[in-house]
């Protein structure tokens, strides 16, 4: 006998010693190993039964023995073993007529036993407004014919609902002596379950608490099981499905980060994380045993064609537990999948940006779903890479303080081009330099026109807990006209009949000693953006590089603020970014 079945489990232990009454209530809800009417005989005789395994007839297999009530086996936990039925039906008989007459219950089994069917799970509410038992799906249309029949005149005088059957259902159960003396179980095995999104139809246990049975979903059993098998007995670590759109270079950042942090997830954290399905804008590379992270490349070069929604259809048929669905595009099909992943408890981790800067009614409905249905909808990256900003953002408001005013430099691409240009060198090639290395949006117009930094402006607004929509934004746009139109080469060419323009611009600054600074503001609920220039005695003026800074002014900070300051764009940090809310959605 086994701890879960091996065919859904891949897991699954021997279980070395056990009960009679532990075994039957195993066999009962599925574990075919051993037919639950041989054990009685072996059990009233007090004659310990030894299963062994035919293949492999030298192991020690399972001893199935009296035990003196409430004394645990050596090494075992409280839960001895789960189970599952599938194929079940669940009959509700409910109505006010119910209440405080007796006799309901005996003419519901009654009518059952009258046609040989056999009740598996029973449970009634305390109002006794409705009784609700399981039974094999095969006899469903031959119970509801012998109940409505037997309860006619209370359903034709209104006393009882029609009887109601659901099909396509399935047990699951947790099976264990000892779970009687340990509180707690029942809360683990539903919290668990919850997690995943696996909903709960109905729920029974005996007053010898040797069993949980819960009613769900036939199509969430697989799922159900693991989830339940990694929480009571596999205590080395916890293991997230990833299923990752983005192969470029964040995304081969992060795959050579997971490579490397393997090792340390499982010794530190007891976390193993398995990349299911890797797309690029083309194909989809699936494994659902995970795929080879140093063989990737050749494995999506050779994978079948798929679409981003081919993908999320696929992401909720597998069904699989702790599924995190990661986006490191910028693009808004894959945006549009969010909704009905958190709806079915699939944790979202975003470095795009769009879903967040959306209109306010889709952000609050991301919100809302991701806290509905129990799971994580992260985007630290949104905003300064791998920056620590949303987070923090989210602490001050956790903790009860509140944002009043924000300053910040949010694009690494333009503190990148403004620190490097000083009029020697031409404005478009400092700017192509910047998107060689990696800073920019695949359109740098998004960049130096402004519009990246309005999302990441009203990003950190609504996580700072104010409405806003990105047409209240105002934007001070520096580029002429002309560099907005066409395709991202013409932009280029517009660039460098401009180059005067751009010239004054940085004359200017630099006759007031300052610096040419894009930056965002808020502050009484507006926000805006704009190049700016910055002197000395200001917290923006000693920013170099690609850095990103931002200033928190709260009822807290008031006179000195909490300055948040570092590399904000480039590959490898935005990817250690998205590397930690993935670890974020495990709940480490």
Same mark, same amino acid.
């Given at each position: 006998?086994?701890t879960?079945?091996?065919?859904?489990?891949?897991?699954? &232990?021997v /279980?070395?010693h056990?009960?009679y009454?532990?075994?039957?209530?195993?066999?009962?809800?599925?574990?075919?190993?051993?037919?639950?009417?041989?054990?009685?005989?072996?059990?009233?005789?007090?004659?310990?039964?030894?299963?062994?395994?035919t293949?492999?007839?030298?192991?020690s297999?399972?001893?199935i023995?009296?035990?003196?009530?409430?004394?645990?086996?050596?090494?075992q936990?409280a839960v001895?073993?789960?189970?599952s039925?599938?194929?079940?039906s669940?009959?509700?008989?409910?109505?006010?007529g119910?209440?405080?007459?007796?006799?309901f219950?005996k003419?519901l089994?009654?009518?059952?036993s009258?046609?040989?069917?056999?009740?598996?799970?029973?449970?009634q509410?305390?109002?006794?407004?409705?009784i609700?038992?399981?039974?094999?799906?095969?006899?469903?249309a031959?119970?509801?014919?012998?109940?409505?029949?037997?309860?006619?005149?209370?359903?034709?005088?209104?006393?009882?609902?029609?009887?109601?059957?659901?099909?396509?259902?399935?047990?699951v159960?947790?099976?264990?002596?000892?779970m009687?003396n340990?509180?707690?179980?029942?809360? &683990?095995?539903?919290?668990?379950?919850?997690?995943?999104?696996? $909903?709960?139809?109905?729920?029974? !246990? *005996?007053?010898s608490?040797?069993n /949980?049975s819960?009613?769900?979903?036939?199509a969430?059993?697989k799922?159900?099981?693991n989830?339940?098998?990694?929480?009571?007995?596999?205590?080395?670590?916890?293991?997230? $499905?990833?299923?990752?759109?983005?192969?470029?270079?964040?995304?081969?950042?992060l795959?050579?980060?997971?490579?490397? !942090?393997?090792?340390y997830?499982?010794?530190?954290?007891?976390?193993?994380l398995?990349?299911?399905?890797?797309?690029n804008?083309?194909?989809?590379?699936?494994?659902?045993?995970g795929?080879?992270?140093n063989?990737?490349e050749?494995?999506?070069?050779?994978? !079948?064609?798929?679409?981003?929604?081919?993908?999320a #259809?696929? /992401? &909720?048929?597998?069904?699989l537990?702790?599924?995190?669905?990661?986006?490191?595009?910028?693009?808004?099909?894959?945006?549009?999948?969010?909704?009905?992943?958190?709806?079915?408890?699939?944790s979202?981790?975003a470095?795009?940006?769009?879903?967040?800067?959306?209109?306010?009614?889709n952000?609050?409905?991301?919100k809302?779903?991701?806290?509905?249905?129990?799971?994580?909808?992260?985007f630290?990256?949104?905003?300064?890479?791998?920056?620590?900003?949303?987070?923090?953002?989210?602490?001050?408001?956790?903790?009860?303080?509140?944002?009043?005013?924000?300053?910040?430099?949010?694009?690494?691409t333009? $503190?990148?081009?403004?620190?490097?240009?000083?009029?020697?060198?031409?404005?478009?090639e400092?700017v192509?330099?910047?998107?060689?290395e990696?800073?920019?949006?695949?359109?740098?117009?998004? #960049?130096? *026109?402004?519009v990246?930094?309005?999302?990441?402006i009203l990003?950190?607004?609504?996580?700072?807990?104010?409405?806003?929509?990105?047409e209240?934004?105002?934007?001070?746009?520096?580029?002429?006209?002309?560099?907005?139109?066409g395709?991202?080469?013409d932009?280029?060419?517009?660039?460098?009949?401009?180059?005067g323009?751009?010239?004054?611009?940085?004359?200017?600054a630099?006759?007031?000693?300052?610096?040419?600074?894009?930056?965002?503001q808020?502050?009484?609920?507006?926000?805006?953006?704009?190049?700016?220039?910055?002197g000395k005695e200001?917290?923006?003026?000693?920013?170099?590089?690609?850095?990103?800074?931002v200033?928190?002014?709260?009822?807290?900070?008031?006179?000195?603020?909490?300055?948040i300051?570092g590399?904000?764009?480039?590959?490898?940090?935005?990817?250690?970014?998205?590397?930690?809310d993935? /670890?974020?959605?495990?709940?480490?």
């Amino acid at each position: 006998m086994m701890t879960a079945d091996p065919r859904l489990v891949q897991n699954a &232990r021997v /279980i070395p010693h056990t009960s009679y009454q532990e075994a039957m209530e195993l066999s009962h809800f599925g574990a075919k190993v051993i037919y639950p009417p041989t054990i009685q005989p072996a059990m009233s005789k007090g004659i310990p039964i030894l299963i062994k395994n035919t293949f492999s007839p030298d192991d020690s297999g399972t001893l199935i023995e009296q035990v003196k009530a409430g004394s645990p086996f050596g090494g075992q936990g409280a839960v001895t073993g789960l189970s599952s039925l599938g194929k079940i039906s669940m009959l509700l008989l409910e109505g006010s007529g119910m209440v405080g007459i007796p006799g309901f219950s005996k003419r519901l089994f009654e009518a059952l036993s009258d046609e040989k069917i056999n009740v598996i799970l029973i449970t009634q509410s305390s109002s006794e407004h409705s009784i609700c038992v399981a039974i094999d799906e095969v006899n469903a249309a031959k119970a509801k014919e012998a109940i409505d029949e037997e309860f006619d005149y209370e359903i034709n005088t209104g006393k009882l609902n029609p009887l109601e059957v659901e099909n396509g259902l399935a047990i699951v159960a947790l099976v264990g002596d000892s779970m009687k003396n340990h509180p707690g179980i029942s809360g &683990r095995m539903f919290s668990a379950l919850g997690k995943n999104g696996v $909903n709960i139809r109905a729920i029974a !246990q *005996g007053s010898s608490e040797k069993n /949980i049975s819960a009613v769900i979903s036939v199509a969430d059993v697989k799922k159900a099981i693991n989830v339940l098998h990694e929480e009571f007995f596999e205590t080395t670590y916890k293991q997230l $499905n990833l299923f990752i759109a983005g192969a470029g270079n964040v995304g081969k950042r992060l795959f050579e980060q997971l490579k490397t !942090q393997h090792a340390y997830l499982l010794k530190h954290l007891r976390l193993q994380l398995r990349v299911v399905a890797i797309a690029n804008s083309k194909k989809i590379a699936i494994n659902e045993e995970g795929l080879d992270l140093n063989k990737w490349e050749d494995e999506l070069k050779n994978a !079948q064609p798929m679409t981003i929604a081919g993908l999320a #259809d696929f /992401i &909720r048929e597998k069904n699989l537990r702790n599924s995190v669905f990661v986006d490191i595009t910028a693009n808004h099909e894959v945006a549009g999948t969010y909704a009905g992943l958190l709806q079915k408890s699939v944790s979202v981790v975003a470095c795009n940006k769009i879903a967040s800067s959306s209109p306010y009614s889709n952000y609050e409905k991301l919100k809302q779903l991701a806290n509905e249905f129990n799971t994580a909808y992260l985007f630290e990256t949104n905003v300064g890479a791998g920056l620590p900003i949303i987070g923090t953002l989210n602490d001050l408001r956790s903790s009860g303080d509140e944002v009043l005013k924000m300053q910040a430099v949010l694009s690494g691409t333009l $503190n990148f081009v403004f620190n490097n240009y000083d009029g020697t060198r031409p404005f478009a090639e400092v700017v192509k330099q910047a998107q060689d290395e990696g800073y920019t949006e695949p359109d740098p117009r998004l #960049d130096l *026109g402004g519009v990246d930094v309005m999302r990441k402006i009203l990003i950190l607004s609504r996580e700072a807990g104010y409405k806003m929509e990105m047409e209240e934004i105002s934007n001070d746009v520096f580029l002429p006209e002309s560099c907005m139109k066409g395709t991202v080469a013409d932009f280029y060419k517009e660039l460098e009949k401009h180059e005067g323009h751009f010239k004054k611009l940085y004359d200017a600054a630099a006759a007031k000693d300052c610096k040419l600074k894009f930056v965002a503001q808020f502050e009484n609920g507006k926000a805006a953006v704009g190049l700016q220039h910055i002197g000395k005695e200001h917290d923006l003026y000693h920013l170099y590089g690609k850095d990103n800074v931002v200033l928190f002014y709260t009822r807290r900070y008031v006179q000195q603020p909490l300055v948040i300051k570092g590399a904000g764009a480039g590959a490898e940090v935005t990817a250690s970014g998205v590397f930690a809310d993935i /670890i974020r959605s495990a709940g480490k």
